[in-house]
């Protein structure tokens, strides 16, 4: 068998798919992420199919649809299957994760599969990063010393010098890992970033660069009603507009572009190391899910809607028969990396895996794996956040299990979601199939959506942990 590639996976957190200038952004600058798509693949429909930190990276890790796993909301049993990393690890890997953790329990210290971890998750105190920042700065009291909310829309410039800020942590921690990788094993190295999820910290300048510019505003859907109050900064709905609207959406672009801009050496020493060690790699940038950033009177994640729900997936590779500039509408997900990945690897796909290996895409072999993709979400923040989806790619349906209210957006002449063709005669049929695509995935669900072949209103709320059967 050829040598296995080092793997590269490269993700920020609550990162929106249209936040990169390969999207088409018109405002952020990210040449390092852009040529990840450009000269590899970029999958235009990739989605988080529950879109909040736990279920999502879940998904990520164990390959498997939240209704397989059981984490079907923000919360998780324990693991019955193998993950992405132990898998990689059992057939030879040496698997790191630098940055922060994968979330997966309440004590935030659950190692997820990786022979090794290099933990800072910026609100986890006493943690490898935690403990740098406390050296440098012993009477800054942590990241909790600048006084802005984790979750919320405030911002404010990095107050320390850069080397400080946890985006240039991990990636001086990723570059001294791959600096000190032998090569009698292959690499699998998740260099993991907090940006750009609050808190709102961007270095001065990458905030500055974006005030400066003319900024997109919020998208307001038709179908949108009134927000009647303001709510607190940790809300997840709020109405955002003037200056505080400019403030959270230049620093979280400013986030990212500096995200970028330390891509630049991380990027190359991955791939001079691969070169030095005569072994193909590969590059994978992706986000657990995205952020809503004042869109529909929405802050953070857990809804369908494209700022919550997509998600950027660009995949590079090098000495593995990859076609370059390739652009893919059909719908993928995160469920995909970890058949993908293995398939790469020359690693049997385990029967238990619901994603799809993305290797005859990469390799321009097909331009689909799957019609339709189904996303969901149990009751969060509120009942009302509670959602069933699906999507073609063109078509979005969308259905609240706790009120019965049903939305369909064509994504092609309609990407911010502005008008709800549900309420139009003229789209009664595509509805109606959308429809019945989506009680075809629910017909078998515990939580009863389906009665006598329709959707059902939930009279009650339901968990986030599923206990039942693969469905």
Known sequence: MSLQPNILLIMPDQM???????????????????????????????YSTCPSCIPARR????????????????ATPGYDTPTLPALLSGAGYRSILVGRNMHQNPRHDENPGYDTCILGSVYVPNDDYSRMLDRAVPLLGGTRGLGISFNGWQAKSW?????????????????????????????FLTASFYAPHPPLIPPDFYNRRYLDMDLPDKALGDWVGQ????????????????????????????????????????????VRKCKDQ????VIVFTSDHGEMLGDHYYFRKCEPFEGSCRIPLLIRSGGLDQK?????????????????????????????????????????????????????????????????????GVWKYIWRPMTGEELLFDLNNDP???????????????????????????????????????LCVVSTRYPPIMKGKRV
Not at 163 to 178: A, D, K
Not at 244 to 265: K, P, S
Not at 374 to 390: G, I, K, L, R, T
């Open 16 to 46: 929106r798919g249209d936040c990169f200038g390969l999207a088409g952004h018109p405002a952020v600058i990210t040449p390092n992420i852009d040529s990840i798509g450009g000269e590899g693949c970029f999958f235009q429909r990739a």
């Open 59 to 74: 998904s990520l890790l164990t390959g498997q649809y939240p209704a397989t796993s059981g984490s079907v909301g923000f």
């Open 159 to 187: 107050p320390l010098a850069e080397y400080l800020h946890p985006t240039n942590w991990v990636v001086h921690e990723s570059r001294q890992v791959i600096a000190g990788h032998d090569d009698s094993r292959p690499l």
């Open 227 to 270: 927000l009647p109050v303001q709510y607190g900064v940790d809300s997840p709905r709020v109405n955002l507009e003037g200056e505080r609207l400019r403030f959270a959406r230049a620093a979280y672009y400013g986030l990212i572009n500096h995200l970028d801009d330390q891509l630049t050496w991380l990027m190359t020493d991955f």
């Open 278 to 281: 005569k072994r193909p790699w």
């Open 324 to 392: 370059a500039g390739l652009g893919i509408s059909s719908p993928v997900c995160l469920e995909d990396i970890l058949p993908t990945l293995l398939d790469l690897s020359g690693i049997p796909i385990p029967d238990h895996v619901d994603g799809v290996s993305l290797v005859p895409l990469l390799r321009g072999e097909s331009r689909s794996v799957r019609r339709w993709l189904h996303c969901e979400h149990s009751p969060c923040y509120s009942d009302a956040q509670a959602f069933q989806m699906v999507t073609d």
């Open 416 to 454: 911010t979601e502005l008008e709800n063709l549900g309420v139009r005669p003229a789209a009664r049929e595509k509805l109606e199939e959308c429809r019945k695509t989506l009680i075809d995935r629910l017909r078998s669900r515990p939580e009863q959506f389906v009665v006598r072949d329709k």
